[in-house]
């Protein structure tokens, strides 16, 4: 490989490696704002090395050509595109799957998105997306993994197994991409592309560990942010690209920055103009301008001039055309162009079947409860059950069960939930009414959805965001169920019927009317191609849910930011004193909290003992827990271990995951869970910012959310 490139390199001219630097949208799809629509001119005189949003075997091939055959180095092209969660066939949005606690399945869902993708013409895609978020009324924290750095750094590691298999030669592997670096989760006020600032400890505490998780998984690319970072927006700031990710890291493969966010270093106000930009960014440890331009406009200045140096510039045109290597393309630059491959792996049932595994697994279940005088929960549903009245605006409805992000989904193959209950329960009749929309506040429908209800013995309602309303540029400040939902749903309950209220959204809802009258509450998330199917085997007991929450559910947006790992504060809340840590208005704990979620069985937990209540530094503690399935169904447990360090050089959450099990018990079977712990899961970013542990008093908690657990101590000699 290095003799190989070597000798392409002593070929090029300065454009051709700013170009190998430069990354433009197709006309295909586009992402953002559109500032060129020369790339074709660009791509044959060898000023676009790499194309994203080109797909499908057709379009790419032709693009393909054209820089082999008509470019003067003949180099072949990344084509580049965000399978988030999922090509054709969509799996569940991000912040879904992570409910599923289901690792394989995550890398599973990476990898068949990646195979499918890679079917047609992909070989980089920009995922995983690890950005902790902690404020839902960001719209991207859809696509993220939630709140917690340790879960999300297992999940961003698995995506990268998943997309990038153990060989990127082979045609069904493609790159990963770490994104957005660093921080883009904590916008603030939670407003899409606002500032971050946070101390370097927080960042490092809490944000960068993902990052670092999918890089050590062996992530071969990083996407910058488009947020400053301690005054510096990220597609500039070298303390991230280059001292953390290349000095502290050790990271060899090439940074590409967000979409024009080098451009957006001069609104930022960071640099006069363009040149500057590109200079900065450069400078800092950015490889790839993605969609600006001004790598290939003002390197070849830059060098002239001596702002940048020719040998940083060599090295970042290896650091790209290295990975092109790697995945075969001088070999082969058709190697992911194959026709037949492509018609064979699109909607193959594997997929579709993982879709619907994927989705059952990320459903979780809020609230379930008798409803009137009966004495048996609502759910799961009898499948004779002789009337349901489905309502909503999401009961009927495909493509907005695809999520944000679903790139080339199609929503002509999605299950509805209307469609899914007439497979399941075939012998239930459905009174289908939409009766409202997701915005505005026309009620119009509402007549014909109260007269469905009441010819029903059971209602479903169907409600939450349509796909526009999480996602990029996405943000919203009252989060609530938007439109006239929430009235409807009121309408609804004042019949006196049973209902069951399904949520579909791409963020936690803020749903304490529901929660306090509505017996039944399942959070099904966007579950992509297979939704109606998930939900409907769910509702009818043909899947017992067992997701948990990734992300904690505010009371109301004035709760935000509000995440189960937070700090005591020195006066921690005391309802009969005044002058502790509180609202006046509403209590300091969520509507839902982190790991939350229930069965249609129960577990109990009990017996939780520690083999040793010291622990040496070189010594271990094993954590047993018995869990106990004491009702009626087979049911998945995630069992949650969490630590809390009592006193430290810096003071420490009030609770930390550290590690759970996700564990399967028939009805009246128990089983024995351990966990180890060692002196690394106690380790923290001390006072003088060295990462170790601190010897003193620790707690352990075990349970099935992070709020209900059973607790011991322990001390770290
Ligand atoms: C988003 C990225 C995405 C890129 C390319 C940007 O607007 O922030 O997440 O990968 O567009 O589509």
């Known amino acids: 490989m290095d003799a190989f490139i070597d000798s392409l390199m002593n070929e090029m001219t300065v454009e051709e490696k700013a170009g190998q630097l430069t990354l433009y949208t197709s006309g295909w799809d586009v992402t953002g704002p559109v500032l060129r629509d020369d790339y074709m001119d660009e791509l044959r005189a060898g000023r676009a090395g790499n194309l994203f949003n080109a797909h499908t075997v057709d379009y790419a091939t032709n693009l393909q050509r054209i820089a082999v055959e008509e470019t003067r180095l003949g180099i072949p092209l990344l084509f580049g595109l965000d399978v988030i969660h999922g090509y054709k066939t969509t799996f569940p949005i991000p912040l879904a799957e992570a409910a599923s606690w289901d690792m394989d399945i995550i ?257 979780v279940l809020l609230k379930n409860e008798p409803a009137g005088k009966n004495s048996e929960n609502l759910l799961p549903l009898s499948k004779n059950t002789r009337s349901v009245a489905l309502i909503g605006p999401l009961a009927d409805n495909q493509k907005d069960m695809l999520g944000t992000w679903h790139v080339a989904g199609d929503e002509s193959k999605v299950v509805t939930l209307l469609e899914g209950i007439k497979q399941t329960a075939p012998n239930v ?89 509505i017996p039944a509450v399942m959070n099904a998330w966007h579950l992509g191609t297979m939704s109606g199917k998930a939900i409907a085997e769910t509702l009818f007991g043909d899947h017992n849910p067992g997701g948990k929450l990734t992300i904690t559910f505010p009371k109301n947006v004035g709760q935000i930011p509000v995440y189960y790992n937070m700090k005591n504060t020195g006066r921690p809340f005391d309802a009969n004193n005044k002058y502790t840590s509180k609202y006046l208005d509403v209590s300091n704990e969520p509507l839902y909290p982190f790991g939350y979620g229930l069965s249609y069985t129960t577990f109990e937990y009990s017996n939780l003992n520690l083999s040793s209540n010291e622990l040496s530094a070189e010594g271990s503690i094993t954590v047993n827990v018995t869990v106990k399935n004491t009702g009626k169904y087979q049911g998945k447990e995630v069992v949650q271990l969490y630590i809390r360090d009592l006193v430290g050089s810096v003071t420490r959450p009030v609770k930390e995951l550290k590690g759970f099990e996700k564990i399967s018990l028939a009805p009246g079977e128990s089983k024995q869970v351990s966990f180890t712990i060692t002196n690394k899961d106690l380790e923290f970013y001390t006072r003088d910012m060295t990462f170790k542990s601190e010897p003193g008093d620790f707690k352990v908690f075990v349970g099935t959310n992070s709020a209900e657990t059973l607790e011991a101590d322990f001390v770290l000699k």
């Open 107 to 363: 890398e599973k869902s990476a990898h068949l998105a990646a195979k499918e993708a890679a079917s047609a013409g992909v070989n980089w895609t920009y995922n995983p997306m690890v950005d902790i978020a902690r404020d839902p009324r960001w719209g991207r924290i859809a696509e993220g993994s939630g709140e917690d750095p340790y879960l999300g750094g297992l999940i961003g590691a698995a995506k990268v197994r998943g997309i990038q298999g153990s060989d990127l030669s082979d045609p069904t592997t493609i790159l990963a991409c770490v994104k957005h670096f660093a921080a883009y989760g904590a916008s603030q006020a939670g407003r899409d592309y606002h500032t971050v600032d946070m101390s370097d400890r927080e960042l490092r505490q809490n944000y960068l560990p993902p990052y670092k998780a999918a890089l050590d998984a062996g992530a071969t690319t990083v996407m910058t942010s488009f947020n400053e970072v301690d005054g510096v927006p990220a597609s500039g700031n070298k303390y991230l690209m280059t001292e953390i990710l290349r000095n502290e890291w050790g990271f060899d493969g090439f940074v590409v920055t967000d979409y024009t966010s080098i451009n957006e270093m001069v609104p930022h106000g960071a640099v006069a103009n363009l040149k500057e930009a590109a200079e900065l960014a450069f400078n800092a440890g950015v490889q790839m301008d993605m969609q600006g331009g001004v790598y290939s406009q003002y390197i070849p200045e830059l060098i002239e001039e001596g702002k940048i140096k020719e040998s940083d510039l060599n090295d970042y045109v290896r650091q790209v055309l290295e990975m092109k290597y790697k995945l075969g393309l001088f070999e082969d630059p058709y190697r992911y162009l194959n026709k037949e491959r492509e018609q064979s792996t699109l909607y193959a049932q594997e997929l579709m079947d993982h879709s619907l595994l994927a989705g059952k697994e990320s459903i």
């Open 429 to 517: 009749r459905i009174n289908y009414a939409r009766g409202a929309g997701f915005n505005g506040d026309d009620k119009s429908g509402f007549a014909e959805a109260i007269a469905a209800a009441r010819r029903s013995d059971v209602v479903v309602m169907a409600i939450g965001e349509d796909y526009t309303q999480s996602g990029e540029a996405a943000s919203r400040t009252e989060i609530g169920l938007p439109g006239p939902q929430q009235e409807l749903i009121e309408a609804i309950h004042a019949l006196g019927k049973p209902i069951v209220a399904v949520v579909m959204a791409g963020r936690p809802l803020t749903i304490n009317w529901i929660d306090e009258n």
